[in-house]
């Protein structure tokens, strides 16, 4: 069982800058991708970022060239990164870290518990 813990939310100001991290542990699976996904209230959960285990990134329209994910693995252990710049109040929501491993044609999504982000005007 993969287990992920984020961390790097908080509050900040339109115009500033958060880097949110998610380091997953608690399994020695393959983790062939990893991806941010947020939900603000009232609203479905939407995509944020994901990157793939070759590196290649994918990234939501609205973050306009303004995040950049990254990753760091070391062992067993995966990290993603979310550095979020030029935050807009429209970016305030929980921020949900995701991992995909690949089991033969089975995927399995691990999904960590979300951290808020909130951007004031």
């Known amino acids: 069982q993969v287990q992920l813990v984020e961390s790097g939310g908080g509050l900040v100001q339109a115009g500033g800058s958060l880097r949110l991290s998610c380091a997953t542990s608690g399994s020695s699976l393959r983790i062939d991708t990893m991806g941010w996904y947020r939900q603000a209230p009232g609203k479905q959960r939407e995509l944020v970022a994901q990157i793939t285990r070759s590196d290649i990134r994918n990234y939501a329209d609205f973050v306009k060239g303004r995040f950049t994910i990254s990753t760091f693995r070391d062992n067993a252990k995966n990290t993603v990164y979310l550095q979020m710049s030029s935050l807009e109040p429209e970016d305030t929501a929980v921020y949900y870290c995701?991992?995909?491993?690949?089991?033969?044609?089975?995927?399995?999504?691990?999904w960590g518990q979300g951290t808020q982000v909130t951007v004031s005007s």
């Open positions: 995701k991992a995909r491993s690949v089991v033969g044609v089975l995927p399995l999504d691990y």
